[in-house]
């Protein structure tokens, strides 16, 4: 059924979820004081939890410490959202506590080495994600699995249906809170998993700025020297190569971009892929996709913030971004178009690895035709947004992207109706 009305007009928690909600709110308004999360009491937990007291080196404290602070003074959380926020911190915590374990088990997670690990990059929203599960698909190449991120202990193959399943499960609560999500972005328990879960576990990542609002959290990470998330980003991939290794690490966050010398102090060796879209397009659809995912944990998000930050945020990323990259040869970082990769994924993905000097089996292509025959496009209905719903003013927005689009050939915005846009999951 073809509808105008965009996704984030048809986001409505079901039934259950709000009157779940409403009697958080109603005992909010009581007298009863209600404690804020705290880190100490946190971190106790999961030791007790976890029988476990060696979270491993790196000092967390104050990142947690920050986050939840903002997320009690600022994010306006609701019963789930407050709910959600104690289940994901412990999981992280317990994670931090059983791979430390693992590494004192298993000296060789340590000697693991990762090298010339591709990382894809990009405006978010645009094809990322398409892009990555194309050449996660060729066996000669490895990407982090959501489940193995969600539970990465132990390092081996043990218990690992029932970690599947309990991924699974996790995929399917969200698909119920936010029945359009899955319009927006594809959840799955093996599906490949973007960086920022990797770098979750120093709890200096992006993962908590699109899932909550947190202002002062976010201003304070954007001055933090990010090498403790990329060293435990390494460490990551390093207990999961463990398990299974493969040739080459495929990777994806868009974020990656604000950070591009501490990446390379951690892998020197590294190659790109930076994709590209034009930008007020891609700030809309991520805005949507924000403000989706952060509506299951807040009754009060503001599309137009959302927009704003994202604009100012990625627009500033670019303008560090490019200089940098300029500093690597021009054989280490292959570009590659939204469209393209819309229109023929293929012959994308023959272009990098003939950019990069790799070959393409018979066995990998076959397998790539297979993932994008299974995509979960139409039965799932398309993302469809309208740039006026974030607020955007197409003539002045334009301008923070300027630099960028003059050198890669790129309008603001692209041509066609401008009222509203509809995309599948990118």
């Given at each position: 059924?073809?509808?105008?009305?965009?996704?984030?007009?048809?986001?409505?928690?079901?039934f259950p979820v709000r009157l779940l909600n409403g009697c958080g709110a109603?005992?909010?308004?009581?007298?009863?004081?209600?404690?804020?999360?705290?880190?100490?009491?946190?971190?106790?937990?999961?030791?007790?939890?976890?029988?476990?007291?060696?979270?491993?080196?790196?000092?967390?404290?104050?990142?947690?410490?920050?986050?939840?602070?903002?997320?009690?003074?600022?994010?306006?959380?609701?019963?789930?959202?407050?709910?959600?926020?104690?289940?994901?911190?412990?999981?992280?915590?317990?994670?931090?506590?059983?791979?430390?374990?693992?590494?004192?088990?298993?000296?060789?997670?340590?000697?693991?080495?990762?090298?010339?690990?591709?990382?894809?990059?990009?405006?978010?929203?645009?094809?990322?994600?398409?892009?990555?599960?194309?050449?996660?698909?060729?066996?000669?190449?490895?990407?982090?699995?959501?489940?193995?991120?969600?539970?990465?202990?132990?390092?081996?193959?043990?218990?690992?249906?029932?970690?599947?399943?309990?991924?699974?499960?996790?995929?399917?609560?969200?698909?119920?809170?936010?029945?359009?999500?899955?319009?927006?972005?594809?959840?799955?328990?093996?599906?490949?998993?973007?960086?920022?879960?990797?770098?979750?576990?120093?709890?200096?990542?992006?993962?908590?700025?699109?899932?909550?609002?947190?202002?002062?959290?976010?201003?304070?990470?954007?001055?933090?020297?990010?090498?403790?998330?990329?060293?435990?980003?390494?460490r990551f991939l390093q207990h999961l190569q463990f398990r299974r290794s493969?040739?080459?690490?495929?990777?994806?966050?868009?974020?990656?971009?604000?950070?591009?010398?501490?990446?390379?102090?951690?892998?020197?060796d590294a190659l790109f892929v930076q994709t590209h879209r034009a930008p007020?397009?891609?700030?809309?659809?991520?805005?949507?996709?924000?403000?989706?995912?952060?509506?299951?944990?807040?009754?009060?998000?503001?599309?137009?913030?959302?927009?704003?930050?994202?604009?100012?945020?990625?627009?500033?990323?670019?303008?560090?971004?490019?200089?940098?990259?300029?500093?690597?040869?021009?054989?280490?970082?292959?570009?590659?178009?939204?469209?393209?990769?819309?229109?023929?994924?293929?012959?994308?993905?023959?272009?990098?690895?003939?950019?990069?000097?790799?070959?393409?089996?018979?066995?990998?292509?076959?397998?790539?035709?297979?993932?994008?025959?299974?995509?979960?496009?139409?039965?799932?209905?398309?993302?469809?947004?309208?740039?006026?719903?974030?607020?955007?003013?197409?003539?002045?927005?334009?301008?923070?992207?300027?630099?960028?689009?003059?050198?890669?050939?790129?309008?603001?915005?692209?041509?066609?109706?401008?009222?509203?846009?509809?995309?599948?999951?990118?």
């Amino acid at each position: 059924m073809i509808t105008s009305t965009t996704t984030l007009e048809q986001t409505r928690p079901l039934f259950p979820v709000r009157l779940l909600n409403g009697c958080g709110a109603l005992l909010e308004k009581t007298r009863i004081p209600r404690s804020p999360l705290r880190a100490v009491d946190l971190i106790e937990t999961a030791k007790r939890r976890c029988g476990l007291d060696d979270f491993g080196r790196g000092d967390f404290f104050e990142a947690i410490s920050r986050l939840l602070e903002s997320c009690h003074r600022e994010s306006r959380l609701n019963l789930i959202g407050r709910i959600a926020l104690r289940s994901d911190l412990l999981r992280t915590l317990c994670s931090r506590l059983l791979m430390e374990r693992d590494r004192q088990l298993y000296p060789g997670i340590a000697r693991q080495e990762i090298r010339k690990p591709v990382f894809i990059v990009g405006l978010p929203r645009s094809g990322t994600t398409l892009l990555h599960t194309l050449l996660a698909a060729d066996p000669e190449h490895r990407a982090p699995l959501t489940w193995e991120v969600m539970t990465p202990s132990p390092p081996t193959r043990d218990n690992e249906q029932r970690r599947i399943q309990r991924a699974t499960q996790s995929c399917n609560c969200l698909n119920w809170l936010a029945p359009t999500f899955r319009h927006v972005h594809a959840v799955g328990a093996e599906l490949p998993q973007e960086c920022v879960g990797l770098m979750t576990p120093s709890f200096m990542s992006d993962q908590f700025d699109t899932m909550y609002y947190v202002p002062s959290y976010r201003a304070w990470f954007f001055r933090q020297d990010l090498l403790p998330a990329y060293e435990y980003h390494r460490r990551f991939l390093q207990h999961l190569q463990f398990r299974r290794s493969a040739r080459r690490w495929v990777l994806k966050a868009p974020t990656h971009m604000s950070a591009l010398p501490t990446l390379l102090s951690v892998y020197p060796d590294a190659l790109f892929v930076q994709t590209h879209r034009a930008p007020l397009e891609a700030m809309a659809s991520v805005s949507s996709l924000i403000t989706i995912l952060r509506r299951v944990f807040s009754d009060s998000v503001d599309p137009f913030v959302v927009c704003s930050d994202a604009t100012q945020y990625w627009s500033e990323t670019l303008d560090a971004f490019l200089p940098e990259r300029d500093r690597l040869p021009p054989e280490r970082i292959c570009d590659v178009d939204y469209f393209e990769i819309r229109r023929d994924p293929i012959a994308v993905a023959r272009r990098i690895y003939q950019h990069f000097g790799w070959l393409l089996s018979e066995k990998a292509e076959r397998r790539m035709r297979v993932v994008l025959a299974n995509q979960p496009r139409e039965q799932y209905g398309r993302h469809r947004y309208a740039l006026s719903q974030f607020g955007i003013e197409v003539r002045k927005d334009a301008q923070a992207f300027a630099a960028y689009c003059k050198r890669f050939g790129l309008s603001a915005q692209t041509v066609g109706r401008p009222s509203e846009r509809a995309e599948a999951l990118v």
